[in-house]
C-alpha cells in the first residue's frame, strides 16, 4: 500500500498559482495518483487523475516526474473559494478499497 | 438527479444503543463505499460493495455491518454504538472498480454518548 505525503497547511493569496506536492516513494507500477478536493462539511469532490507526465483539466493540472516518486496538483489564479483540504491518493487499478486519504494539506487562500 | 445521498444529517445515541444509516445513489453506479472521517484526519474506510448482494470489509470495519439489497441502496448499520464511533460517515458510489472518481454524499455527523 503506498502512503503519501503532504504538507499539513499552506498559504496562498487570491490570484496567485499554488503547487501542492505529495510524495509517494513507494508507488507500484500500476497504480494511479489521484487528487479530491473537500469543504468544511462537505464530502470529497474528485479533482484530477494520473498516470505519469502531465494531465490538465478544466479545474487544475496534475505534474508526475519520470520516476513518479512524487506528483504535484497546480491550481491556475486560485480564489478565496479554493480554500479547503486537498488529498493525494495513490492506488492501482482494482484496488480502490485500498485508497488512503491520510490527512491532506488545509489551503488558506487570503484576499 | 440527486447524486449520492444520506439519511440522517444528524444522529445523537447514546451507548449501546442501534441505527442503521441509509445511503441512495440514482447514478446506477455499481460500487458503493462508507467511509468515516475523525477531527482533522483523512477518510478511512470501512465497507465497500462491489454490486448489488456483495459486501466486503474495508480498513476499519469492526463494529459495524453493512447491506446491500438494492443496486441503488447501501445501508451501514451500528449494533451497539461506543464513544469510539463518534464521526462523520461519508458513502460514496462509483461506477466501475477501474474508476478513480468516487462520487461522495453530504455526510452524517454521528454522537454516541
Known amino acids: 500500500l503506498a502512503k503519501t505525503t503532504q504538507p499539513i497547511s499552506m498559504d496562498s493569496y487570491e490570484g496567485q498559482e499554488v503547487n501542492i506536492t505529495c510524495s509517494h516513494n513507494n508507488i507500484a507500477t500500476n497504480d494511479y495518483i489521484t487528487w479530491y478536493q473537500q469543504f468544511p462539511s462537505q464530502g470529497p469532490r474528485f479533482i484530477i487523475q494520473?498516470?505519469?507526465t502531465k494531465v490538465t483539466n478544466e479545474v487544475a493540472s496534475l505534474f508526475i516526474p519520470a520516476d513518479r516518486k512524487s506528483s504535484t496538483l497546480s491550481l491556475p489564479r486560485v480564489s478565496l473559494s479554493d480554500t479547503a483540504v486537498y488529498y493525494c491518493?495513490?492506488?492501482?487499478?482494482?484496488?480502490?478499497?485500498?485508497?488512503?486519504f491520510g490527512s491532506g494539506t488545509k489551503l488558506n487562500v487570503k484576499p | 438527479n440527486a447524486g449520492v445521498t444520506q439519511t440522517p444529517k444528524f444522529r445523537v445515541l447514546k451507548t449501546g444503543q442501534s441505527m442503521t444509516l441509509l445511503c441512495a445513489q440514482d447514478?446506477?453506479?455499481?460500487?458503493m463505499y462508507w467511509y468515516r472521517q475523525d477531527p482533522g484526519m483523512g477518510l478511512r474506510l470501512i465497507h465497500y460493495s462491489v454490486g448489488e448482494g456483495t459486501t466486503a470489509k474495508g480498513e476499519v470495519p469492526d463494529g459495524y455491518n453493512v447491506s446491500r439489497l438494492k443496486k441503488q441502496n447501501f445501508l451501514l448499520g451500528l449494533e451497539s454504538a461506543a464513544p469510539s464511533q463518534t464521526s462523520v460517515y461519508f458513502c460514496?458510489?462509483?461506477?466501475?472498480?477501474?474508476?478513480?472518481?468516487?462520487?461522495f454524499g453530504p455526510g452524517t455527523r454521528l454522537t454516541v454518548t
Open positions: 447514478m446506477n453506479h455499481e460500487y
Open positions: 494520473g498516470y505519469k
Open positions: 460514496a458510489s462509483s461506477y466501475t472498480a477501474g474508476d478513480y472518481e468516487q462520487y
Open positions: 491518493l495513490v492506488g492501482g487499478l482494482y484496488n480502490f478499497n485500498k485508497f488512503y
